[in-house]
């Protein structure tokens, strides 16, 4: 009897493309419309980011700019 058996190392992520497309622009939604309405709560006009130029930063600056789009603020009130 083996006791052995095969442990995927990302089991959340869909294997088919089309799923995984779909789950990450869902995910990038969520988190730019998040910081849209924690700017409509603080009443901020502008964002201020700390970037390394790596793909973190690349990110967090993508969901940046989308939050200020969503604001109707230019994306220039994003200083990095």
């Given amino acids: ?11 959340f992520i869909p294997k088919d493309p089309v799923t995984l497309a779909a789950r ?3 995910i990038f939604e969520i ?3 998040a910081l849209f309405t924690r ?4 009443h901020g006009k502008k964002l201020v980011l700390g970037v390394s130029g790596g ?3 690349t990110h967090a600056a993508l ?3 989308g939050a200020l789009d969503l604001a109707g603020l230019p994306r ?3 200083i990095g």
């Fill in 55 to 57: 793909l973190d930063s």
């Fill in 24 to 26: 990450c622009w869902e």
């Fill in 63 to 65: 969901v940046c700019a």
């Fill in 31 to 33: 988190q730019t419309n």
């Fill in 76 to 78: 220039s009130n994003l």
């Fill in 39 to 42: 700017m409509q709560a603080c």
């Fill in 1 to 11: 009897l083996a006791l052995r058996r095969e442990v995927t190392p990302h089991p």
